[in-house]
């Protein structure tokens, strides 16, 4: 398994945001659904390293990090957008996705190449040089979501990524996440259920810190009936699956 | 598995390190950092070229008093630097990168210093082109005190990244430079204390004094030290801080072993060829055409007076208590203008007034110091003026020769302190 989360309990302050919760994801796309405060940006934290459970075990393509070299091994293969995504405004598109390049420990020689194919990937190449500033919010996003591919990263963790993007960015988007997808284990938290139906080969359901569903997006569009609230199966199986995992 | 990048694939070359170096350099705060330096050092090189000018040591001293400025500026500069991953909401994202904290840290640091000292050498060029048109002396050495200020100034910004990082709120860089500021300035009243050689900042040097290469190497090596202990620190290796910060103390306890000395050579009297003798040190030969212009009218008035100067010189190389009767001495420290000429002619005009007082008689217990009241003070404002070229209508209506005469009983009586003859002479 590429990610496999056993039993993972993390607490801000006397609030329980992660409630032993069990997943495993091997490569392909997966998508992270959940109403706010489930739990899905606390989990991504916890994949990326950011955040360490207070109870439980994470092991990371196949690694329990249990010390510095290892932790480094794993970053070294991990791409991580951010829901609040920031950047530094003064530099270029190029430089900025370069940066994180050098950060990641990438073999220098090797940098500008897989800068060019990042930015290539999010249609950005032809703002390469541009400042992040003067990018509209859309393409900052896109400039974060090259950054985080830049390293071809085994583990792919999006939090939010299509949210900016205008309608045709994202079937553009969805795209590159099934393409990316072949060969990396991709976790994309959202609230947009449509993005998940279109892209993702699996769904993870988050509600209370605690996982309450795990299967395909057929999956969880059958789990939906018509007397359950939402414009589309997936919807209503999302709502369906809620109101259950509520009862 | 984690599949592994192979050691000699992840190290850095020294191109990429350089493109990061130059990233920073373009998009961090290094341009920010350049151009305030910049500013700040021609600034301070305008306002204050009788410093410097005409004097490779004095250039290199006043870089040094400079420093109480550029401190601050450098210690902004690293704080700003050091609070950018904050303000640009980067903490979250640079939390995932396998490369240690204190790659991008150092580097940043590297790239505002770098910046600042490249924004310094463009007026200090300046500076030192203007010096050499009129430099007649270089001494022994003179650049050392300005070698130690690459490692005092990267000690400043080292501490601005510590305190940015800890700290990295958008007020702290301004409030923390000034911090510095009034932490430099205060020693600067205490410059006798053995302490205040411990400061970046100092005016206790001068431009013909010598201070072996040793001492400069000292001070060095203690800004060397605080700037990397200040990077640990910032890094939290609060174990590895120890040993730069105990190196810095042993060199606290081993103060520097050399005293300062006067340079001989910059000392060495250069005179006019032409009687009367008009001489100022080779530090300032190049002030000689314009300091006779100024004294040698007064020096040929009291030409032949017997008991009254007939030489003027420099006073930097009087020694202490030194008196000569034939001798008037003035002062040349700092009376250079931009363009190399005099900036205070009207302080050398009044050059014969102290050859008259040499003798330093104290004054009398009744005097009041008011010419209008004080028969002595009268006598000796009527031989100012007359030295001066601007006698009183009382002595004008006098010949010549009755003038040259009472002048040199002025002189006589002002050496023998001898107060009631002042008072009688008074016109």
């Known amino acids: 398994m590429t990610v496999a989360v056993d039993d993972v309990t993390v607490r801000y302050g006397r609030r329980v945001v992660l409630d032993g919760l069990d997943l495993a994801l091997d490569t392909g796309v997966h998508g992270l659904l959940g109403p706010n405060g489930a739990g899905k940006t606390t989990l991504m934290r916890v994949l990326a390293t950011v955040s360490v459970p207070d109870s439980g075990g994470v092991r990371l393509l196949g690694s329990a990090i249990t010390d510095e070299k290892a932790l480094r091994a794993v970053r070294r293969q991990l791409g991580y957008l951010p829901q609040t995504f920031g950047f530094y405004p003064r530099f270029t598109v190029r430089e900025f996705v370069e940066y994180l390049a050098w950060l990641k420990e990438m073999p220098a020689a090797g940098i500008p190449v897989a800068v060019d194919r990042a930015l290539q990937r999010v249609g950005l190449l032809d703002r390469a040089d541009d400042r992040m500033r003067t990018l509209s919010g859309g393409m900052q996003r896109r400039a974060g979501i090259a950054q985080a591919i830049v390293n071809d990263p085994r583990l792919l963790l999006l939090d939010e990524p299509t949210a900016g993007l205008d309608p045709e960015q994202r079937v553009e988007f969805r795209a590159l996440l099934r393409e990316l997808g072949v060969d990396a284990c991709v976790l994309v938290s959202t609230h947009l259920v449509e993005d998940v139906a279109a892209a993702c080969e699996r769904v993870s359901l988050v509600d209370g810190g605690r996982l309450v569903f795990t299967g395909t997006s057929a999956q969880l569009a059958a789990a939906g009936g018509d007397g359950d609230a939402g414009d589309s199966a997936i919807e209503r199986g999302y709502t369906a699956v809620l109101r259950a995992a509520r009862a | ?427």
């Not at chain 2, 430099?184 to 970046?200: C, G, K, M, Q």
């Not at chain 2, 000569?324 to 203008?337: E, K, N, V």
């Open chain 2, 1 to 427: 598995m984690i599949k592994q990048i192979p050691r000699t694939e992840r190290r850095d070359g020294t191109g990429m390190i350089g493109r990061i170096l130059r990233t920073e350099s373009r998009r961090g705060a290094a341009p920010l950092a350049a151009t305030a330096c910049a500013v700040a050092m021609a600034w301070l090189l305008v306002v204050h070229p009788a410093d410097w000018l005409g004097h490779w040591g004095g250039l290199a001293v006043y870089l040094r008093v400079c420093m109480l400025v550029l401190c601050p500026l450098f210690l902004a500069a690293g704080a700003w630097q050091a609070g950018r991953d904050r303000r640009a909401r980067m903490v979250e994202l640079l939390g995932t990168v396998p490369r240690p904290g204190w790659h991008p840290m150092i580097t940043g640091w590297a790239a505002v210093t770098l910046a600042g000292l490249a924004g310094l050498a463009a007026p200090l060029l300046v500076a030192a082109v203007l010096t050499a048109r009129f430099a007649t002396y270089a001494g022994p050495g003179w650049w050392w005190p300005m070698l130690v200020a690459p490692a005092g100034l990267g000690a400043a910004s080292a501490l601005g990244v510590l305190i940015g990082r800890r700290f990295p709120g958008r007020i702290i860089a301004p409030v923390a430079a000034l911090a510095l500021y009034v932490g430099l300035a205060v020693p600067a009243y205490f410059s006798e204390s053995r302490w205040a050689v411990l400061s970046p900042s100092t005016d206790e040097f001068r431009a013909y004094v010598f201070w072996p290469g040793t001492f400069h190497a000292w001070q060095a090596a203690w800004f060397g030290l605080l700037a990397v202990t200040f990077l640990l620190l910032a890094t939290r290796r609060w174990g590895t801080a120890v040993v730069p910060a105990a190196l810095a103390g042993t060199l606290l306890v081993a103060l520097p072993p050399d005293e300062p000395a006067e340079d001989p050579g910059a000392l060495t009297l250069v005179c006019t060829e032409r009687a009367p003798q008009v001489c100022v040190t080779r530090i300032n030969e190049f002030l000689l055409d314009d300091v006779d212009a100024v004294l040698r009218p007064g020096l040929e008035r009291l030409a032949g007076i017997p008991g009254t100067p007939v030489r003027a010189v420099e006073d930097t190389a009087r020694r202490r208590g030194e008196y000569r009767p034939d001798t008037a001495w003035f002062a040349l420290l700092d009376q250079a203008t931009i363009t190399g000429g005099l900036s205070h002619r009207d302080w050398l005009e009044t050059t014969f007034r102290s050859s008259l007082g040499d003798s330093d008689c104290p004054p009398p217990p009744d005097s009041v110091g008011d010419p209008a009241v004080d028969p002595l003070w009268r006598t000796e404002l009527a031989a100012y003026l007359w030295m001066e070229g601007d006698p009183p209508p009382e002595l004008t209506a006098l010949p010549v020769d009755r003038q040259r005469e009472w002048i040199g009983r002025v002189f006589a009586a002002s050496r023998a302190c001898d107060r009631a003859e002042l008072a009688r002479l008074a016109p």
